[in-house]
């Protein structure tokens, strides 16, 4: 009678998890400073819970105090965020929940998704490999690879928006200001201006120009137009993965 149980973190520590996944993913060297502004919380309070995942077998802490997640730790990290990025396409897809509040509202909801409901999430969405922020499901990191840092693109010159870091995605402010001047995945969008004695950055984009942070622009991608993935490019409202509509050329 008992469903096979598998053992899941508390939903800190599936926090804790997804953070340091996504750190070292983009090589970042994972310790306590970074962890505490990512999750907000204070410095002593990461150190506890930190001592907690190490006895429990998630992380290690290597002697110059960078954290390593264990094959274990790695596992329900992967699972957790899959989960969270399956329930913001849920979100985003199928309930039509607007865009700049699926991350916030997944992150209350993924925790409970079980791991066969996720499997129906991912059939209902059609297997994407990005999330509706454009960020890589886990195992499908090579995604990101052609595209090209928006404050690298070519002024003038008009790009697909591919691509709104994770560390973006935290910011409910600000993931509405995108929102509103059409700045999502898919929208066409155009480097005006780099000023960095300004700290801003100036793009063109839904038909006017939107002025954004230096460092939020720093964690913006975009693709070429022309590339094979810019004209699968997906119109803003359907978002996120390219991967469907080039599959149905
Ligand atoms: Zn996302």
Do not use: F
């Not at 110059?64 to 897809?93: C, N, P, W, Y």
């Not at 693109?153 to 402010?173: D, F, Q, T």
């Amino acid at each position: 009678m008992m469903a096979r149980k598998v053992q899941r973190p508390s939903q800190t520590i599936e926090n804790y998890l997804g953070v340091i996944y996504t750190l070292s993913r983009d090589g970042e060297t994972v310790i306590g400073r970074k962890l505490a502004d990512w999750l907000e919380v204070s410095p002593p309070t990461v150190t506890a819970t930190l001592q907690r995942m190490i006895r429990d077998g998630w992380v290690t802490m290597s002697d110059d105090k960078s954290i390593r997640l264990t094959q274990g730790g790695r596992e329900a990290a992967t699972s957790v965020i899959r989960r969270h990025m399956l329930t913001e396409l849920l979100l985003a897809r199928i309930l039509g929940v607007p865009w700049s509040k699926v991350h916030e509202e997944a992150d209350r909801m993924a925790h409970g998704v079980s791991a066969e409901i996720a499997d129906r999430v991912a059939d209902a969405v059609k297997h994407p490999r990005v999330c509706p922020h454009g960020n890589p499901m886990p195992g499908h990191e090579e995604i990101t690879e052609p595209l090209v840092p928006l404050l690298e693109a070519e002024p003038g010159v008009e790009y697909v928006l591919a691509r709104i870091h994770e560390e973006l995605e935290r910011k409910p402010e600000l993931m509405a200001y995108l929102e509103r001047h059409c700045l999502l995945p898919g929208a066409t969008i155009v480097l005006v201006e780099i000023m960095e004695y300004n700290d801003t950055v100036t793009v063109y984009c839904g038909g006017h120009d939107v002025v954004l942070g230096l460092s939020v622009a720093g964690k913006v991608w975009v693709r070429d137009k022309g590339s094979p993935m810019g004209q699968g490019a997906v119109a803003p409202g359907v978002m996120g993965d390219v991967q469907p509509r080039l599959q149905a050329q």
